[in-house]
């Protein structure tokens, strides 16, 4: 028998299915479709349009070997979501169509679940684009996958890998036991094919995000840290380390909620607000796409189901993304967390760690 804690769990989990499902219905506005406009209003600032599309950031699927507290898109072993091949195929058509593209960014889910993965990786290599996996590095040890690390290597595919700390026990409050372990293993498989080395074409990259309702301390002082502990006890290189601020939607909004603590996250961000990153902000140079071909400005509002501000609603919709250039973006709360204190995007920090303010709410590097 489940619970009275359980049984509430899953009545909310069904509450926010329910909710997702509406907001995704056309012509329907989405609840806080203003609220980011007018904060900036309030400011006399404008609010972001597009410029040229660069990267096409495709989520290929929710099925994913963890479940980690902090995900947007609440991917798990129990998620079957996935793009079917006429959606990679029409993907590939987009890239070819659009020279200006010069990424395909690809991620989950755990991507590499997905079978139409490598057909996508070879058919975007091909057309001479750069790929990238965002991995978690796990997904290596699951059946069928004993290849996988070589395959991107021969592919020459750009590996952006989960790693929120350096050390065992913040990784695996985060992202579950044996997380680690395996987590580093799968770095120095991946040091042994290249990857990470000085003067290899095979680039890793790490992401940190915070552990908390936090913003992400100072890229530079802690790139240093990782790559000292990393090398120091596991003879770990990458090249460089991503912060990415956890945004207030999901998994990571429910936790906020039930530590009363939501209210507390928005203040922060919006208290830490910078009008510098909004040039760079990624939902100016990126269209997201879901596994079902559906078009958005970014992977979050793709979680919250807020669709594309400008040009058609689909991949089969839309041929040409250069038209999207000068068009609006659809804008949220959540958008004051890629917009305090340095920034955040799926690339890491927008500008440099602001000089005074955010320190003291950043959060503090392990001991």
């Given at each position: 028998m489940k619970s009275l804690q359980q049984e509430k769990s899953l009545q909310r989990e069904k509450s926010l299915q329910r909710e997702e499902s509406e907001s995704r219905q056309p012509g329907r506005p989405h609840i806080e479709h203003a609220y980011f406009e007018d904060f900036l209003a309030a400011r006399g600032l404008a609010p972001p349009r597009r410029d040229v599309v660069r990267t096409l950031q495709l989520n290929i699927g929710l099925r994913c070997n963890l479940a980690c507290h902090h995900c947007h898109v609440e991917s798990g072993p129990d998620r079957h979501e996935a793009m079917a091949r006429h959606g990679a195929e029409r993907v590939l058509e987009l890239l070819e169509a659009n020279p200006q593209v010069e990424v395909l960014d690809i991620t989950g889910g755990a991507p590499e679940l997905n079978e139409h993965f490598r057909?996508?990786?070879?058919?975007?290599?091909?057309?001479?684009?750069?790929?990238?996996?965002?991995?978690?590095?796990?997904?290596?040890?699951?059946?069928?996958?004993?290849?996988?690390?070589?395959?991107?290597?021969?592919?020459?595919?750009?590996?952006?890998?989960?790693?929120?700390?350096?050390?065992?026990?913040?990784?695996?409050?985060?992202?579950?036991?044996g997380v680690f372990g395996r987590s580093i293993e799968a770095l120095q498989w991946l040091n042994r094919l290249g990857y990470g080395r000085a003067g290899s074409p095979l680039r890793l990259d790490l992401v940190y995000n915070p552990g908390g309702p936090h913003l992400p301390p100072e890229t530079g002082e802690l790139e240093a840290r990782y790559r000292s502990e990393l090398q120091e006890h596991f003879g770990i290189d990458f090249d460089h380390l991503i912060t990415i601020t956890n945004m207030p939607i999901k998994r990571f909004a429910h936790d906020l909620e039930r530590a009363g603590k939501e209210a507390e996250y928005m203040a922060l961000l919006a208290n830490h607000f910078n009008p510098a990153t909004l040039d760079g902000l990624m939902c100016r140079s990126m269209v997201s796409v879901d596994y079902e071909g559906r078009l958005y400005d970014c992977d979050f509002n793709q979680a919250l189901g807020i669709g594309i501000a400008a040009?058609?609603?689909?991949?089969?919709?839309?041929?040409?993304?250069?038209?999207?250039?000068?068009?609006?973006?659809?804008?949220?709360?959540?958008?004051?967390?890629?917009?305090?204190?340095?920034?955040?995007?799926?690339?890491?920090?927008?500008?440099?760690?602001?000089?005074?303010?955010?320190?003291?709410e950043a959060e503090t590097m392990p001991a």
């Open positions: 057909f996508l990786v070879r058919g975007a290599r091909a057309l001479s684009r750069r790929v990238i996996d965002r991995c978690n590095l796990t997904v290596f040890y699951e059946p069928g996958q004993e290849d996988t690390a070589k395959f991107l290597a021969e592919h020459e595919v750009e590996v952006v890998a989960s790693l929120p700390c350096y050390t065992l026990e913040n990784v695996e409050a985060q992202r579950g036991r040009g058609g609603r689909t991949i089969w919709d839309v041929d040409d993304l250069s038209r999207l250039t000068g068009g609006p973006i659809a804008t949220a709360r959540h958008c004051l967390g890629c917009t305090a204190g340095a920034g955040s995007s799926c690339a890491g920090a927008l500008v440099e760690f602001p000089a005074a303010g955010t320190e003291a």
